[in-house]
């Protein structure tokens, strides 16, 4: 099975408890898949305290993937091919892409169309 890579809505969902969510990250896990999340989703996401109960919990079971200085330059060459200025969105595809990943999102137009600039087919799950 593919990897998978969750962005900001994801991770949103996650923490609102959305059981679509939570039933597709128990499947991933079932499946020995760990979530990929980016470190600029998650900066995204957080916002601390015990509100974000469910968001820790969900994010105890995924890798949170750093952003080298080299991600950083490719990103901003999807970001220029796409014409897309939201950097956390095109983070999470270039990720996706590099390692051939599903991305679950909210955002399904946003990574989908950087993909297409990349002339890359994303499976994309919608949450």
Not at 4 to 31: C, I, K, P, Q
Not at 98 to 120: F, K, L, P, Q
Request: charged share 25%; aromatic share 4%.
């Amino acid at each position: 099975m593919p990897g998978v890579t969750y962005d900001t809505g994801a991770l949103v969902a996650g923490e609102r408890n959305d059981r679509r969510m939570w039933a597709l990250h128990a499947g991933f896990l079932a499946e020995d898949v760990t979530p990929v999340v980016p470190a600029p989703v998650l900066a995204e996401a957080w916002r601390g305290g015990a509100r974000q109960a469910s968001l820790s919990r969900l994010l105890a079971m995924c890798e949170i993937e750093p952003m080298s200085e080299e991600q950083a330059r490719q990103v901003g060459v999807f970001a220029g091919k796409a014409a897309h200025d939201d950097v956390v969105d095109v983070t999470v595809a270039e990720g996706a892409m590099r390692r051939h990943d599903a991305v679950v999102t909210s955002n399904e137009e946003h990574v989908r169309r950087i993909a297409d600039a990349a002339r890359v087919r994303l499976g994309i799950e919608r949450v």
